[in-house]
């Protein structure tokens, strides 16, 4: 079993930046890690992952706003992002455990979830 527990949401107008931090019980090896949001009355989105070699994926909204990076020796998972908008505002969780990048139903372990909020 992994837990895993978000951190760092929160309310932040247009164009500002947050970042989630999501922290596991222990490592991840061998698996996808990632990140994923649903906003009131939509499906769940992947967002970002870190592949299982280091290289990373995102969607298309997130590319080039929103960044996924990891510290291994802490077993801590970030998205750093950027140009916030309107549309960004949703439930954040961090997943662990996956075998593919942005499908959430790949993923074994998820956290509790973070909420941000951007306000125009």
């Known amino acids: 079993q992994v837990q895993l527990v978000e951190s760092g949401g929160g309310s932040v107008q247009a164009g500002g930046s947050l970042r989630l931090s999501c922290a596991s019980s222990?490592?991840?090896?061998?698996?996808?890690i990632g990140w994923f949001r649903q906003a009131p009355g939509k499906e769940r989105e992947g967002v970002a992952c870190?592949?299982?070699?280091?290289?990373?994926g995102y969607s298309a909204s997130a590319e080039g706003r929103f960044t996924i990076s990891q510290d291994k020796s802490k077993n801590l998972l970030y998205l750093q992002m950027n140009s916030l908008n309107v549309e960004d505002t949703a439930m954040y969780y961090c997943?662990?455990?996956?075998?593919?990048?942005?499908?959430?139903?790949?993923?074994?372990?998820w956290g509790q979830g973070t909420q941000v909020t951007v306000s125009s």
């Open positions: 222990r490592t991840n090896y061998g698996t996808y």
């Open positions: 997943a662990a455990g996956g075998t593919s990048c942005l499908s959430g139903s790949n993923y074994m372990y």
């Open positions: 870190i592949k299982p070699r280091g290289n990373t």
